[in-house]
């Protein structure tokens, strides 16, 4: 990520850094793993609608969107109340855990469902900071695995609620021992054209996961066929 001074300076101004942040962290096979909405263990690989779990207004699941004016990198924006979005995988940064489990670093990247309109990776990472907006929003372009400094916006964690099935998303990366970094909840917000995601001091916004009946695989046959 292109950071600049001001960019740095707004870092440590608007947000506050924890502890956590500056530790070095994999994901840990003593953390609990996240359940989908049937109860049953999110695995790494396997496709997952991530749908809102606060119905009608809460409005529904994720997708890339493209903005006016700057169409990519996408975005990663919400779909209306009864539309499940785009499927997402996941991936561990402890490549040998095919678990996903609570509080550990992984990426998460769209399956798309049609031909691809952007010529840049699904994969999610957090934006540089939108001076206009006064935000740091949630975009696609990240990059997959090799955890470190130089990937160091492409990882987020998976926190739970106080409901059963319901988790937060947290940009918290603990990939670089050494790297400053954010330690925020991820909510939904409203841009003026489209709900997407973006960081935020207060709480984030509660997801189900919902299993898709094909794999990765079949999906993406099914778009290049």
Not at 13 to 19: K, L
Not at 60 to 70: E, M, Q, V, W
Not at 104 to 125: G, H, M, Q, Y
Not at 164 to 169: L, Q, R
Request: charge should be neutral.
């Amino acid at each position: 990520m292109k950071t600049t001074t001001a960019s740095v300076f707004l870092l440590f101004i608007i947000f506050s850094i924890t502890p956590s942040s500056f530790s070095f962290g994999v994901a840990n096979t003593t953390n609990a793993p996240v359940l989908d909405s049937d109860g049953n263990e999110l695995r790494t690989g396997t496709p997952y609608f991530v749908v809102s779990s606060i119905w009608g207004a809460g409005g529904g699941g994720l997708d890339p969107g493209r903005p006016r004016g700057k169409p990519c990198p996408e975005v990663v924006a919400q779909r209306g109340s009864g539309d499940n979005g785009i499927p997402v995988i996941f991936s561990n940064s402890d490549s040998k855990d095919g678990v996903v489990r609570l509080s550990s670093d992984i990426n998460i990247a769209f399956v798309p469902l049609r031909p691809k309109f952007c010529e840049t990776t699904t994969v999610w990472k957090v934006a540089d900071y939108d001076h206009s907006a006064g935000k740091w929003w949630v975009i696609t372009d990240g990059v997959k695995g090799n955890p470190g400094a130089n990937t160091l916006t492409s990882w987020f964690r998976i926190e739970k609620t106080t409901t059963d099935f319901d988790y937060t998303f947290k940009y918290c990366p603990a990939v670089c021992g050494t790297c400053p970094a954010l330690c925020n909840k991820i909510v939904r917000d409203f841009d003026g054209e489209m709900v997407r995601l973006a960081l935020t001091t207060g709480h984030g916004w509660p997801f189900i996961f919902k299993k898709v009946g094909k794999s990765a695989m079949e999906i993406e046959q099914v778009v290049h066929n």
